[in-house]
């Protein structure tokens, strides 16, 4: 059984940084492309950034700059870095794996809440 497990998520000032782990287990981490998503309240879920298992990395236009995502492989965990962090950034952030070879194969974690003061 696959799961993926976030943290790091908090409440931080504007212009702050978080970085947020999400841990898997239950997969070859190796062999899925891995990413993160964020949905605000009234909002649809809309993506971050995703990597994937080559490291290539891609970003949501307005977040280019601010967000870094990474992985290790050999801890089965993907990151995200997020730098001088806006109030628009409020949202529920959610990790997903996709295996690589058969994209139906797609897992979710639980979500973990970043909220960032004015």
């Known amino acids: 059984q696959v799961q993926l497990v976030e943290s790091g998520g908090g409440l931080v000032q504007a212009g702050g940084s978080l970085r947020l782990s999400c841990a898997a287990s239950?997969?070859?981490?190796?062999?899925?492309?891995m990413g993160w998503y964020r949905q605000a309240p009234g909002n649809q879920r809309e993506l971050v950034a995703n990597?994937?298992?080559?490291?290539?990395?891609n970003y949501a236009d307005s977040l280019k700059g601010r967000f870094t995502i990474s992985r290790d492989n050999a801890k089965n965990t993907v990151y995200l870095q997020m730098n001088s962090l806006k109030p628009e950034d409020t949202a529920v952030y959610y990790c997903?794996?996709?295996?690589?070879?058969?994209?139906?194969?797609?897992?979710w974690g639980q979500g973990t809440q970043v909220t960032v003061s004015s």
């Open positions: 997903q794996a996709r295996s690589a070879y058969n994209p139906a194969y797609e897992y």
């Open positions: 239950g997969t070859i981490f190796s062999l899925n492309n």
């Open positions: 990597i994937t298992t080559k490291g290539s990395t």
